[in-house]
């Protein structure tokens, strides 16, 4: 019974931090602390313009944990397709546009920008998430567009959910996006939905993992999006 009650008391906090901006993923913040740990450092990253904020608690988290079903991309429609080529193999990611219309437009745009190719995972956190989309590659950056408003959901965050980084403004996501190793029910209902991955999960899997509490720092150069495409486009 201590047991069940000490894991209730630890999920509730970890809703609480991220709420509250300790930690979750306005880019998924690089100064996100562990939930068990002192929060100071999230306000220093509030104030510090560090847009993110995803949070470090991956305790619950199995590295590979869960399967992602593997779809054929013919079977996707190709204009709500993303292609993103890493290291290892291509990773196609099924875009959401009925659960996040404005989310999946922006991620289109900023793909037939070209704005991905060559961005960084700036955070990966084993056994939690691989965050990307900032062209500063610290988790502070963004794109020139305005912000999006929030399209929280009923959809779960689950192995292979694609999400949108945001700060603790729930109206703050830009460009900076997450890919979860794991399931992560913490996050439901609190950040945006807009796509799952259907094949190349493998190659997530093996995407370069930083170090320390936050996932930011790497003994050599951090993996990029080589290139990512909106399928339709060829």
């Known amino acids: ?60 988290f199995l590295p590979g944990a869960g399967t992602v079903p593997t779809t054929e991309a013919s079977a996707l429609d190709p204009e709500n397709t993303l292609n993103i080529q890493l290291k290892d193999g291509t990773v196609v990611i099924e875009l959401l546009p009925d659960v996040a219309p404005l989310h999946v437009a922006r991620i289109k ?46 959809v779960p965050f689950e192995r292979g959910t694609v999400g949108m980084a945001r700060s603790q403004n729930p109206n703050s996501a830009n460009s900076q996006f997450f890919i979860m190793f794991a399931e992560g029910s913490f996050l439901n209902g609190q950040y945006t939905v807009f796509g799952q991955v259907r094949s190349g999960m493998e190659f997530v899997d093996n995407i370069t993992k930083g170090q320390g509490q936050n996932g930011t ?11 990512v495409k909106v399928a339709a486009d060829g």
Do not use: W
């Open 217 to 227: 720092s790497f003994a050599g150069a951090p993996d990029t999006m080589i290139s």
């Open 109 to 154: 745009e900023l793909t037939r920008q070209g704005f991905y190719d060559g961005i960084k995972f700036h955070r990966v956190i084993d056994g939690f998430m691989a965050q990307t989309g900032d062209p500063r590659g610290d988790g502070t950056g963004g794109s020139s567009l305005p912000d999006l408003p929030a399209e929280f959901s009923s």
């Open 1 to 60: 019974m201590r047991f069940l009650i000490t894991i209730t008391i630890a999920a509730a906090l970890s809703v609480f931090v991220l709420v509250s901006g300790c930690g979750l993923i306005s880019g998924l913040g690089d100064d996100a602390p562990d939930v068990a740990a002192d929060t100071s450092s999230a306000s220093d990253s509030a104030t510090s313009g560090d847009t993110s904020f995803l949070t470090n608690d991956n305790n619950a």
